[in-house]
T-cell receptor, first 113, second 116 residues
Framework: DGGITQSPKYLFRKEGQNVTLSCEQNLNHDAMYWYRQDPGQGLRLIYYSQIVNDFQKGDIAEGYSVSREKKESFPLTVTSAQKNPTAFYLC????????????FGEGSWLTVV | AQTVTQSQPEMSVQEAETVTLSCTYDTSESDYYLFWYKQPPSRQMILVIRQEAYKQQNATENRFSVNFQKAAKSFSLKISDSQLGDAAMYFCAYKKPNFGNEKLTFGTGTRLTIIP
């Protein structure tokens, strides 16, 4: 089936540890995104990538890092510098052309204790 | 900067009835795209409907339709014949059409409850 796969679905980590969330898509989309959602709020953009080996900061990039070595993959690392990392993280992708719809994965819950 | 406002944090509707969710946005652009996404308890964001600003005709998708008022910068979602499966958070979103700036700007959402 075509789609966007995020893993793990649930992740618990101790404070001060880095953690990497996986995002893979088989839709042949050029653009990929990471969003963060906090309880009762909308989505905020962390990073996005239009093409392989290129990515741009979104509105809340501090404390996060990404890579885009393959078209299909866009992993997000939540570093110890992120002050409040507990949240729901959504990966998304689109064809990358102007106006194309952005499609989302099922999300990953990260809890830092 | 673009902003999207959803002024109704919660709405409820009787099953089989019609409900309208409100959304307003602020932009200086003349060309853009607007979306409604649904987020059920599973938390996955599901596209409900999309509207191009240059099109005057309101978009429709089965029981879902929009009332797009460009001058008023209003983009409401109407759900007809509401079903229990429509219960979810609904987010309005805005996107500029420029290549290289693909990000969506979201509202804070409206939680829709369907009353059996």
């Amino acid at each position: 089936d075509g789609g966007i796969t995020q893993s793990p679905k649930y992740l618990f980590r101790k404070e001060g540890q880095n953690v990497t969330l996986s995002c893979e898509q088989n839709l042949n989309h050029d653009a990929m995104y990471w969003y963060r959602q906090d309880p009762g709020q909308g989505l905020r953009l962390i990073y996005y990538s239009q093409i392989v080996n290129d990515f741009q900061k979104g509105d809340i990039a501090e404390g996060y890092s990404v890579s885009r070595e393959k078209k299909e993959s866009f992993p997000l690392t939540v570093t110890s510098a992120q002050k409040n990392p507990t949240a729901f993280y959504l990966c998304a992708s689109s064809l990358g052309l102007s106006g194309n719809t952005i499609y989302f994965g099922e999300g990953s819950w990260l809890t830092v204790v | 900067a673009q902003t999207v406002t959803q002024s109704q944090p919660e709405m409820s509707v009787q099953e089989a009835e019609t409900v309208t969710l409100s959304c307003t946005y602020d932009t200086s652009e003349s060309d853009y795209y607007l979306f409604w996404y649904k987020q059920p308890p599973s938390r996955q964001m599901i596209l409900v409907i999309r509207q191009e600003a240059y099109k005057q005709q309101n978009a429709t998708e089965n029981r879902f339709s929009v009332n797009f008022q460009k001058a008023a910068k209003s983009f409401s979602l109407k759900i007809s014949d509401s079903q229990l499966g429509d219960a979810a958070m609904y987010f309005c979103a805005y996107k500029k059409p420029n290549f290289g700036n693909e990000k969506l700007t979201f509202g804070t959402g409206t939680r829709l409850t369907i009353i059996p």
